[in-house]
């Protein structure tokens, strides 16, 4: 029997959701599982993250899409067609059946702020592959998305270091 | 300059806590840091980390000590000896000075049911070699520890599949 496949939504404005989403997906690889994993604001590829994914790069493939969604952006709406275009790209890797995980991550701004429609991202997920894990990052999460969701882990920021005025740090924050 | 090394706490009844910490050190570990993983709870050899970690075994050391502290033990005062070795442990390799990062995972527990003494650990992470991360993970994390540390995010569950009469799955949960 196949398993079922859940969606998770790791959200909250606390530190560790794309963490967890990375840990996940590398114990997913760990098992010899094919995860993709979309990352749909951070643009860099610069990130410890990217090397760690390296040694896996016969179980994990690792998208950073179109130009990457800034807050800082020059240009907001070729920001937008860029992160709609990413949205027609994991729809495609959500239905073609090559994966036991599908990471979103940091895809709830482009609901938050209706980018991209939200009646077809939820028509997506129902219509997913019965036996395809998806798992969601960011903050905010909306409403039906959480409805939705088999599980739901809100990150909660009890205390953070820039509070305290310590500046990321290499290794841990990215 | 070095890095100020910062204690971090991933609690909270939610998941999410030691896969975060599992990112996070393969994060590292992607920077080519060095990182030692202590697990003080689970104590099978069998879940995907163990084969992920295994692709890092040039940064990451990996160690799940004694018997392990399980909830549904045939013999408690083992364990609990067992669990007071594992801590002599992690003090050596705290105080090593070979590592970027050390992750006490699902140490709390250790310290909620009075396993070890919390004057002995506040005062080894105080001491702690000054660029050192110490990443801790557990439910119930101590006041006192919650106070000493830098970063605190609690993993709270929204939403959880056992709710749902879902059973556990392979390279999501273990």
């Given at each position: 029997m ?17 963490t ?43 998208h ?36 036991h995980?599908v ?48 599980l739901v ?22």
């Amino acid at each position: 029997m196949k398993e079922k496949g859940l969606i998770l939504i790791f959200t909250g404005n606390g530190k560790g959701k794309t963490t967890a989403a990375l840990g996940m997906t590398m114990r997913a690889a760990g098992h010899g599982m094919r995860t993709c994993f979309i990352q749909f604001i951070k643009g860099s590829w610069k990130y410890g993250e990217m090397e760690a994914m390296a040694r896996f790069h016969k179980e994990i493939d690792f998208h950073v899409t179109g130009r990457g969604f800034t807050w800082k952006s020059d240009d907001l709406e070729k920001d937008k067609a860029a992160a709609r275009k990413a949205w027609e790209k994991a729809k495609k890797v959500i239905q073609s059946g090559e994966y036991h995980t599908v990471v979103l991550d940091e895809f709830t701004y482009l609901l938050r702020y209706d980018i991209i429609d939200k009646e077809d991202v939820l028509e997506v997920l129902r219509g997913k592959p019965a036996d395809l894990h998806i798992c969601i990052t960011g903050r905010e999460a909306l409403g039906e998305l959480i409805e939705l969701a088999d599980l739901v882990t809100e990150m909660k920021p009890i205390k953070h270091p820039y509070q305290k005025g310590v500046k990321a740090q290499k290794g841990i924050e990215f």
